[in-house]
T-cell receptor, first 120, second 112 residues
Framework: GAGVSQSPRYKVAKRGQDVALRCDPISGHVSLFWYQQALGQGPEFLTYFQNEAQLDKSGLPSDRFFAERPEGSVSTLKIQRTQQEDSAVYLC??????????????????FGPGTRLTVL | GDSVTQMEGPVTLSEEAFLTINCTYTATGYPSLFWYVQYPGEGLQLLLKATKADDKGSNKGFEATYRKETTSFHLEKGSVQVSDSAVYFCALKRGGNNRLAFGKGNQVVVIP
């Protein structure tokens, strides 16, 4: 299909392991977002890319979290030395345009199915 | 910071019943407001939106009105179906900042 895809859908890691989560946005979409959704909670913003530029990483919870989008398409969220509190569903979303600069038509975010990370 | 509050707990109701899910927000300025829905096994989908005060968003029989005076955006549907069973999230976006702030979500279960 033409939607946002994420892989793997499920990941189990032992505490201390590094993990890499992949997001394939909708082709041609400029903006890409990562969110973290803990059990029973709403998604929390992690980071935002406009093409290959990471414009906002204020939501990353620690320096163990790192995201990249080197060619402005596929993105990878990497978590180093995973901890149990990292267990969550990681959601990726993309939207067609970049920052609106204030006001203007809403630039809808299309979400992928998420990657469920369980850290043992 | 900006935040969204949804009513506590799941909602269970019978088919054809009236549904209301409460949502209130805290934000400076004039945020855009959204309802997202997550059906079992699927990703979040935009259900409806409103970008300014007194706007009414509507889709698939659902409605929500942006009430600036009460800082609310309650979701309503007059007659629910079993297929409406899902988790519903209220969210806001402020100005040029593209990030969404979500509420905790409400699971809705519709019984035949």
């Amino acid at each position: 299909g033409a939607g946002v895809s994420q892989s793997p859908r499920y990941k189990v890691a032992k505490r201390g392991q590094d993990v890499a989560l992949r997001c394939d946005p909708i082709s041609g979409h400029v903006s890409l977002f990562w969110y973290q959704q803990a059990l029973g909670q709403g998604p929390e913003f992690l980071t935002y890319f406009q093409n290959e530029a990471q414009l906002d990483k204020s939501g990353l919870p620690s320096d163990r979290f790192f995201a990249e989008r080197p060619e402005g398409s596929v993105s990878t969220l990497k978590i180093q030395r995973t901890q149990q509190e990292d267990s969550a569903v990681y959601l990726c979303a993309s939207s067609a345009k970049g920052t609106s600069g204030g006001g203007g038509v809403y630039n809808e975010q299309f979400f992928g199915p998420g990657t469920r990370l369980t850290v043992l | 910071g900006d935040s969204v509050t949804q009513m506590e707990g799941p909602v269970t109701l019978s088919e054809e019943a009236f549904l209301t899910i409460n949502c209130t927000y805290t934000a400076t300025g004039y945020p855009s407001l959204f309802w997202y829905v997550q059906y079992p096994g699927e990703g979040l989908q935009l259900l409806l939106k409103a970008t300014k005060a007194d706007d009414k968003g509507s889709n698939k029989g659902f409605e929500a009105t942006y009430r600036k005076e009460t800082t609310s955006f309650h979701l309503e549907k007059g007659s629910v179906q079993v297929s409406d069973s899902a988790v519903y999230f209220c969210a806001l976006k402020r100005g040029g900042n593209n990030r969404l702030a979500f509420g905790k979500g409400n699971q809705v279960v519709v019984i035949p």
